[in-house]
């Protein structure tokens, strides 16, 4: 009997709690393949095109606040055991760098995202980034839906359990 085996693990990380649990069961899968984990956040260029004057400055601040919350997720996956990871940040639509670009060029076999980052709102205009990543991609898509314990997770993206990047009350 053949199992599967991915080498080559993408998770998209938005700052939600979703997507928090997929990064905690991703380090997981990539220890129990000895795959490489690769971190990917997504800085949708369209969010600053209604900025009277396209600020670079405000780009690069959110840059720089991104990268610090990308190498705490590479600590804790370091320490979790994990040697192989790495992340990039990328400018553009969230749902084809996810979904296509990110994952042809870099030979992913299995994407793994949180069920959603979007409130009811923003997934009835723009529909939800989780939802056209399983439709488009060509490797597999694991959706996460629950916790470490296989507990379904809250919806609360604001859950108090949520320790990374999760700074909004302050």
Known sequence: MMLQEYKRVLVA????????????????????????????????????QNVSSFDSAMVEQVTETQKQTMKEYVDIAKRAGLPDVSFEIEYGAPKTLIGREYPKAHDIDLIMIGATG????????????????????????????????NQPALVDSKHPESSIGNDDDQ
């Open 13 to 48: 990380i938005d700052g939600s709690y979703e997507a928090e649990l997929a990064f905690r069961k991703a380090v997981e899968v990539a220890k129990r393949n000895h795959a490489h984990l690769f971190l990917l956040h997504v800085i949708d260029t369209r969010a600053f």
């Open 118 to 149: 979007l409130n009811a709102v923003e997934r009835l205009l723009i529909g939800s980034v989780t939802e056209y990543v399983t439709r488009v991609a060509t490797c597999d898509v694991l959706v996460v839906r629950t916790d470490l314990d």
